[in-house]
């Protein structure tokens, strides 16, 4: 080829490049989840040119070493399939850590991240992370949660489920109506991807209240989808056994099954670093930065809270003195730290989660899973303080 054709062959390709236009990117790609790297070289500027991909519709940013922190910023930007256009520029939440213990912790190919980001059905992006440290091996991920899944069931597990060789803690005092909740079976877990058995710690000392952050522009039809991207992100791009979270609640009040061994069992779980052990995690899709968390979140919430807490005949109202597992930068390994019984992911680790506006509806969140407590066998004429707009959990 000439210099001159040459030339105009690279102008080109940057020109089609910027109009989003490239060809599939060369992506590994492996269960729904493709992967893109990202070059290396500058140690405080990355990025990645408008491309086009395979389809996805949850987005993230993953590096080599697990304790490496992301110390600066991770921007994407994403093109719908549906009409061509391309998204503003999204900030990635950057406070994923992998658990101080337990096999999340020890397997083989385990990755820091960041919190993945819902976008809808897409087939282009483009990144942009720049910081004082960037780590290695940064690499997109791109999460199709319908590759490979069968349909989805909508059934819930109702209390009278529950497998008669499943043995919780005893009821105490302040026992609550155990919610329905979507099963795995019925969001479409992947079972063969979790290769460990689960973790269990001694008892549920307390709940971690989270937000999958990223955005809320998603139909409450489409939550099965997006807890099964969170759990094809936490298993096949962070590398861990699980989804991290124990329940996940979207906004119309829905409550999820989220990590395996039995809800009703204090399983070891990847929520809240330095202080996974003996502690449980809710954690809401979308984020609670921007969007003011309604009714039926706040409900949910409090009553899945006031369940898991009253297996062990615990106030929800109370606090306890849980000792730090690790560095997380908050607190130091082995400090005793006094946490409400209901806290946020903030209260433990040094994020913004779970977002000011639901962090600021912990009080009465606090309350309700309190009068969910005294109210095991509630009056007919007191169902309304649990009942809910369409598509919400019932009685």
């Not at 109009?19 to 405080?44: E, F, I, M, W």
């Not at 989804?243 to 204090?266: M, N, Q, S, W």
Request: hydrophobic share 35%; proline share 7%.
């Amino acid at each position: 080829m000439t210099p001159r054709l040459l030339r105009t062959a690279v102008a080109t390709a940057l020109a089609l490049g910027a109009l989003g236009l490239t060809q599939p990117a060369r992506a590994t790609s492996s269960d729904g989840v493709h992967t893109v790297r990202v070059p290396d070289g500058d140690p405080h500027e990355r990025s990645l040119a408008p491309r086009t991909v395979e389809p996805f519709s949850l987005i993230g940013i993953t590096w080599d070493d697990p304790d490496a922190v992301l110390e600066g910023t991770a921007h994407v930007r994403t093109r719908s399939r549906e009409s061509g256009a391309w998204s503003a520029w999204r900030l990635l939440e950057t406070d994923v850590r992998a658990p101080e213990t337990g096999p999340d912790r020890d397997r083989p190919g385990v990755r820091g991240g960041t919190q993945p980001l819902w976008t809808g059905p897409s087939d282009g992006f483009q990144v942009r992370v720049s910081g004082a440290r960037l780590p290695a091996g940064l690499r997109v991920e791109l999460v199709d949660p319908e590759a490979g899944s069968g349909a989805v069931h909508t059934e819930v597990v109702e209390p009278d489920d529950v497998a008669p060789d499943v043995a919780g803690p005893a009821a105490g005092p302040l026992a609550a109506e155990r919610p329905a909740v979507t099963s795995r079976s019925a969001w479409g877990a992947d079972e063969s991807l979790v290769k460990d058995p689960p973790t269990f710690t001694g008892g549920t000392k307390a709940m971690f209240v989270h937000h999958t952050a990223g955005t809320n522009a998603y139909t409450c039809s489409q939550s099965a989808s997006i807890v099964r991207g969170v759990f094809l992100y936490h298993v096949k791009s962070n590398g861990w056994n699980d989804i991290g979270y124990h329940f996940l609640v979207d906004k119309c009040g829905t409550v999820f099954e989220g990590r395996a061994g039995g809800i009703d069992k204090p399983v070891l779980g990847a929520h809240t670093y330095g202080f996974n052990t003996a502690t449980s995690s809710i954690s809401v899709l979308g984020d609670y930065s921007t969007a003011v968390a309604g009714a039926a979140v706040r409900k949910s919430v409090a009553k899945v809270a006031a369940w898991k807490l009253g297996l062990y005949g615990i106030d929800p109202t109370g606090t306890v003195v849980l000792t730090s597992g690790a560095d997380n930068g908050k607190y130091k390994l082995g400090q005793k730290v006094t946490f409400h019984r209901i806290s946020g992911h903030r209260d433990g680790y040094p994020t913004a989660c779970p977002g000011q506006n639901l962090y600021n509806n912990l009080p009465e969140i606090r309350t309700l899973a309190a009068n969910a407590g005294q109210q095991a066998e509630p009056a007919p004429e007191s169902l309304d303080l649990w009942a809910e707009d369409e598509g919400v959990l019932a009685r």
